[in-house]
C-alpha cells in the first residue's frame, strides 16, 4: 500500500513557477513508478509526466509541457517532483499524482495503469 499527498498548488501568473511535491508514504517507494496527471472540469485526466521506479532513469513528458517541466524523485525522501516552468493559463487543472509498482514492466502512461493517487493539488494559471 502506498499512500500519496501531493502540494504546493497554487495562483501564479503566466510565466511563473510552481513546484510540486508528492510525498509517499512506505518503505518501497524505489519500487514504484510515478506519475503526475492533470484534470480540467468535464475533461478526462491526461498525463503530464512520469518517471521510471528505482533510480528514475525513464521519463515521460507530454508534448504539451516538454522543455517547461521537470519531474524527478528522490528515494531517501519518498518523494516525486514535478517542477513547472513558464506556466501558461493551459496549464490550469487540478495536479494528481500517482504510483504504479514496477512489476507492469514498463512506464505507463494511462491513468488506468496506476494503482495509488493523491488527493489533487489545484493549479490555476492566470494571463
Known amino acids: 500500500q502506498v499512500q500519496l499527498l501531493e502540494s504546493g498548488g497554487g495562483l501564479v501568473q503566466a510565466g511563473d513557477s510552481l513546484r510540486l511535491s508528492c510525498a509517499a508514504s512506505g518503505r518501497t517507494f524505489s519500487t514504484y513508478a510515478m506519475g503526475w496527471f492533470r484534470q480540467t472540469p468535464g475533461s478526462e485526466r491526461e498525463v503530464v509526466s512520469a518517471?521510471?521506479?528505482?533510480?528514475?532513469?525513464?521519463?515521460y513528458y507530454a508534448e504539451s509541457v516538454k522543455g517547461r517541466f521537470t519531474i524527478s524523485r528522490d528515494n531517501a525522501k519518498n518523494t516525486a517532483t514535478l517542477q513547472m516552468n513558464s506556466l501558461k493559463p493551459d496549464d490550469t487543472a487540478v495536479y494528481y499524482c500517482?504510483?504504479?509498482?514496477?512489476?507492469?514492466?514498463?512506464?505507463?502512461?494511462?491513468?488506468?495503469?496506476?494503482?495509488?493517487w493523491g488527493q489533487g493539488t489545484q493549479v490555476t494559471v492566470s494571463s
Open positions: 518517471i521510471s521506479w528505482s533510480s528514475g532513469r525513464s521519463t
Open positions: 500517482a504510483a504504479h509498482p514496477s512489476g507492469l514492466g514498463y512506464l505507463a502512461k494511462t491513468p488506468n495503469r496506476y494503482d495509488y
